[in-house]
């Protein structure tokens, strides 16, 4: 059975395996195992976000304010760094009234990064997150995917 972290990986992988050559996609889908090919192929992806995890779990009720944290790796052929944004959604907009972390200047090839999220009003639910890397002064987007998640604000 998959632990938490290589679902994530998987999901990553069969993003890779199934989009266009401009790495941009709707929502990742599970749909079953991986094998050491496809965490290969994982591994040499110029730009990619992998082994996200949330603080807290989802699904979770949680007060406005209140933060959920996600966590991840990214890899990039960017010499130049590159600037990955974490933003909530509801269906398929930007969750209203969010606050979420700036993006640092992440540096090539690869590392780890953080990102605090919260809402600060509204009856809403978060069900998606979307993740954009972008190159350093933010214009071309380099990938872009959501992971399903399910945070009740109120």
Known sequence: MLNHKMTLIVLLTLFLLFQSSSAVSDEV???????????????????????????????????????????????????????????????????PHYAACPSPLYPAPSGAGTCDITITSGNVTVDKIRFQILNADQSKLLFQTTIPVHYKFR
């Open 29 to 95: 889908q599970l749909v079953g195992e991986t094998n050491e090919a496809a965490v290969e192929v994982l591994a040499s992806a110029p730009n990619l976000v992998t082994n996200i995890s949330l603080s807290p779990d989802t699904p979770n009720i949680l007060a406005f304010g209140n933060d959920f944290t996600v966590s991840f790796n990214y890899v990039t052929n960017q010499a130049g760094g590159v600037r990955i944004f974490a933003r909530p959604m509801t269906g398929s907009i930007l969750t």
